[in-house]
């Protein structure tokens, strides 16, 4: 007789199978698809966490789990895409059979979790503020993502149409992880890493011609952020309610949460790394085994793999474990016991975001390419010229960090801020701890004030924070440190009225007015105090995943009628990409773009267009950057004749051009041509043209 774990597995594999089989598919069972891939990398990732950390706390545990369940997805898919198979059907597949095999992964019974003395004891009316913080920050997302839901990608963030979006649409169309060179704009972006838009990608795959989750790829990282910092609160001795506090501040941060948090860019990815890795380094500190270690490495690779500065992460990362475990001393194991697992680290990192920059090796001579490596100021790798990791400090830093509440949020200043600046010292001499923990806890709070210099010094672009989302996490963390260590009586009165001023915050940004705000909360502080006398008996993990999938079943009709939906109107605004997607219809065109380096939207509602920048030059194999290619960019000269040759060559039916003050050559070859081409739409910004064919 089969039990109900082995009809789960069945029935996860088995929807994935048909997911990667049937054609047609209507939305709804897209919708289940979708589901069942989260949960068979979710499930996976849960398992092996608990057989790399059978003895780690459970929220590092979670992280764990979150951090081996992305690995598991986004890896594979990368080598799918290096062959050329990066195609729906096949990644499902590989979903399923990887998924499959995670269930033959042996891992210790799991043991009930006893209630903790701290949370039979914790204060209940902060603990009603908290949890009346979370519904109103909770509810705010909500709202967001409603409000939202129907309109175009790329409305918070400009490189989700310049390069994050564009590389998924185009290994959409071609099956691999051929990289754009745009003609205009930052061309460092061909040679970034790609574990994000990889991410994307596999939350495509369900869909197959629907970006809906893939334009919010930012949003699980975000959401995973708020439990790593939760996880690092409690390594720093925290008790469960000041960690779900420091997560809750972090929240707070208006930049990260909800505005880049519903985007399909990679600076939560980042953060999320960031602090997975700093888990796992600390985690490979208490118990130096091959579990910690392989975790610790994926994290730090999966941090690699995402974005260039995951470097600088890295190595900080990396220099906070060599001075705990130097601060160890004579507490720790034998050197010679320590070589299996420092080896198994560096294997797991190169493994899990070591693609790109062994791509990059290979191709441009240069792992980091554009940026030149240098060596006692000598040259060893080579780059562009003007591509540095160096920079300027250009901008009015007291001014950044204190008058900026669009980024920041209005709690910043007299709370993250602050702490992020004494808690390091406030570490060093705290005295009740032994001299090794209080490094280690030091070296993790000073971590903001690293992070923020990493920003100020070695980064160009100084207009916002999300380039150390990370360290705010840790300055969050840090601010509950700090609380904690203020006293029994101070901490928690400190911490109520920060609660109360986060729901009221959240609560006046989702257009309530002030009176309204405080009934809310007084309503959401009074169903908190009530539900702590009902005892909620604690429900099986399993019984759980099988209730999701009921409500999942039940929700996906409505869900998949409003992707339906979607489809239809999430180009109403833009209205040339929405005419090139009506001449195009659903079986698509081939198109040339000109002009701004943003040219996603015109890929069309179903992903349906192949649209490409076309070479100039004779050199039309120099069009993408692939593995073993050319790093040369076709576009520096050219010749009418040259570029005509080309959209012949290439098929293309329609030159898109989007007027821009910078000189485009096309934009006067068409005009000293008009034989050759006839225009179809004109507005303000954009004009489309057809190519006329047997006219040159």
């Known amino acids: 007789m089969r039990t109900p774990r082995s009809i789960s597995t069945a029935l996860l594999a088995g929807v994935l199978g048909a997911g990667a089989i049937l054609p047609s598919q209507p939305r709804a069972f897209q919708v289940l698809v979708f589901g069942a891939l989260l949960a068979a990398f979710g499930s996976a990732g849960r398992r092996l966490a608990l057989r790399l950390l059978p003895d780690a706390g459970r929220l590092s545990r979670a992280v764990a789990a979150f951090s081996l369940a992305v690995g598991l997805a986004v890896v594979p898919a990368t080598w799918l895409g290096h062959f050329g198979l990066l195609r729906p059907r096949w990644f499902l597949l590989l979903a399923a059979v990887l998924f499959l095999l995670s269930r033959l992964v042996p891992v210790p019974p799991s043991a009930p979790v006893p209630l903790l003395k701290e949370e039979r004891e914790r204060n209940p009316i902060e603990t009603a503020l908290l949890i009346a913080a ?3 920050l909770a509810l705010l997302l909500a709202d967001r993502m409603a409000a939202d839901f129907f309109d175009r ?5 400009y490189d989700d149409l310049y390069y994050h979006l564009t590389a998924v649409a185009t290994w959409h169309r071609h099956g691999d992880l051929r990289m754009v060179k745009f003609s205009m704009g930052d061309s460092a972006t061909t040679f970034y890493p790609v574990l994000s838009e990889v991410t994307a990608w596999t939350v495509l795959a369900p869909f197959g011609d629907s970006d809906v989750a893939a334009r919010w790829v930012e949003l699980p990282f975000a959401l995973a952020s708020l439990l790593a910092v939760a996880a690092l609160a409690r390594r720093l001795g925290l008790s469960l309610g000041t960690s779900a506090f420091a997560a809750l501040l972090y929240a707070s941060v208006r930049r990260a949460s909800p505005f880049l948090a519903l ?9 999320f790394f960031t602090l997975a890795a700093l888990d796992g380094a600390l985690e490979t500190v208490r118990s130096p085994r091959p579990g910690t ?8 690779g999966l941090l690699l793999g995402t974005k260039y500065i995951g470097v600088l992460n890295a190595a900080t990362i990396l220099g906070v474990l060599l001075i705990v475990f130097l601060a160890r001393g004579r507490s720790l194991p034998p050197l010679r016991s320590l070589t299996g697992p420092a080896l198994l680290l560096v294997v797991a990192m190169a493994a899990a975001g070591g ?4 791509r990059n090796a290979v191709t441009a001579g240069n792992p980091l390419f554009p940026a030149p490596v240098r060596l006692f100021g000598h ?9 540095t990791l160096d920079s300027e400090i250009d901008f009015d830093v007291p001014r950044f960090l204190t008058a900026r509440p669009d980024l920041f949020g209005p709690f910043f200043p007299f709370t993250l801020l602050p702490a992020a600046l004494l808690a390091p010292v406030a570490a060093l001499f705290w005295r009740r701890v032994p001299v090794e923990k209080r490094i280690e806890t030091a070296a993790v709070l000073a971590l903001p004030i690293v992070l923020f210099f990493q920003f100020l010094l070695l980064m160009h672009d100084h207009r916002e924070n999300r380039y150390f989302f990370a360290g705010i996490a840790l300055a969050a963390a840090a601010f509950a440190w700090l609380s904690e260590r203020a006293g029994p009586r101070i901490g928690p009165v400190l911490r109520s009225l920060i609660l109360l001023g986060i729901a009221w915050q959240a609560l006046r940004e989702l257009g309530l007015s002030d009176g309204q705000s405080l009934l809310g909360i007084a309503v959401l502080v009074a169903v908190t105090w009530l539900s702590q006398r009902i005892e909620v008996p604690r429900v099986p993990v399993e019984r759980l995943a099988w209730i999701g999938a009921a409500l999942l079943v039940l929700a996906a009709f409505p869900l998949g009628a409003a992707i339906g939906r979607y489809q239809e109107v999430k180009l109403r605004d833009r209205p040339a990409p929405l005419f090139l997607d009506r001449i195009a219809g659903r079986e698509g065109t081939r198109a040339a773009y000109v002009g701004w380096n943003q040219p996603y939207l015109y890929f069309g509602s ?3 267009n192949d649209v490409t920048i076309v070479p100039r030059n004779r050199n039309l194999a120099a069009q993408y950057y692939h593995w073993g290619g050319t790093r040369e960019f076709p576009f520096r000269k050219g010749r009418y004749r040259l570029w005509r040759e080309n959209l012949d060559r290439l098929g293309i039916e329609y030159v898109i051009v989007v007027r821009s003050p910078w000189d485009r050559p096309e934009q ?15 507005d303000a910004e954009n004009e489309i043209w057809r190519v006329l064919r047997n006219s040159t």
Request: proline share 5%; no cysteine.
């Open 379 to 387: 040259e060893i790798l080579p780059g562009w010229q003007g591509v």
């Open 355 to 358: 693609y790109t920059y062994l």
């Open 263 to 271: 985007a399909a860019g990679n600076d939560h990815a980042t953060a």
């Open 293 to 300: 270690a392989a975790y610790a490495g994926i994290a730090l």
């Open 134 to 136: 979370a519904a109103s």
């Open 153 to 157: 990608p790329g409305l918070r963030n």
């Open 668 to 682: 006067r070859w068409i005009a000293r041509h008009p034989g050759h081409f006839r225009l179809v739409y004109q």
């Open 606 to 608: 179903h992903l349906q």
